[in-house]
């Protein structure tokens, strides 16, 4: 069966800190799909990214990246020089079809908080 | 309109009623989704519709649940004989299209569903 675990429950920081929230994610496939999404405290998700398992190379937007190992089934996320504005819940998610379906399961997300 | 729109905000209904739930989407996004988030199940997703099309409906909880979009904008999720757990908040997301930087999902704020 198809798993997420994101260990970190909630993590707490201070402003301009980097910080790495983990997932680490269980599946049988070869092919895949891995994805993040932000939920600020108003409440409305934010598509982050979706990665597929065949390009493991890093990803970088602007004060985020995603570093994908498959040799330890992980999707990390960093947010690096952190802000007040990235304070949320961030979920990690995993597909094993490009039709999602049943086989599209979260991880309980990781509570973010970055203190001024 | 610029967003993506969903009505109604907020729903109350009976047990054993019947509701239905709308998703505007962008206008010129091909793919819709939906999601729900619940305090005993977390994040989950449950369809996806690219046109008109959902290729994999096994995400739906169960056989009271339907969704359809038509004239591949429009979508109505629409749950029969509405049980306790179905209150939930249930979230609509379109995106232009399904690779690459036209998969970055655009999300609605929600419909909050409580059923008595």
């Known amino acids: 069966a198809q798993k997420v675990t994101q260990a970190q429950t909630e993590i707490s920081v201070v402003e301009k800190e980097d910080v790495t929230l983990d997932c680490v994610y269980e599946t049988r496939d070869t092919t895949y799909y891995l994805f993040w999404y932000k939920q600020p405290p108003s409440g409305e998700l934010v598509f982050l990214i979706r990665r597929n398992s065949f390009d493991e190379q890093n990803e970088i937007s602007g004060r985020y990246s995603w570093n994908f190992q498959k040799s330890t089934s992980s999707f990390n996320f960093t947010i690096t020089a952190s802000q007040v504005v990235d304070s949320a819940v961030y979920f990690c998610a995993l597909s094993d079809t490009d039709n999602y379906g049943q086989n599209f399961v979260f991880g309980p997300g990781t509570r973010l908080s970055v203190l001024p | 309109g610029a967003g993506v729109s969903q009505s109604p905000s907020n729903k109350v209904t009976e047990k054993g009623k019947d509701v239905e739930l709308r998703c505007d989407p962008i206008s010129g996004h091909t793919a819709l989704y939906w999601y729900r988030q619940s305090l005993g199940q977390g994040l989950e997703f449950l369809i996806y519709?690219?046109?008109?099309?959902?290729?994999?409906k096994s995400g739906l909880p169960s056989d009271r649940f339907s969704a359809e979009r038509t004239g591949g904008s429009v979508s109505t999720l629409t749950i029969q004989r509405t049980q306790q757990e179905d209150s939930a908040v249930y979230l609509c997301?379109?995106?232009?299209?399904?690779?690459?930087?036209?998969?970055?999902?655009?999300f609605g704020p929600g419909t909050r569903l409580l059923v008595l």
């Open positions: 997301a379109s995106s232009f299209g399904f690779s690459g930087p036209q998969e970055t999902q655009y």
């Open positions: 519709f690219q046109g008109n099309s959902a290729p994999d």
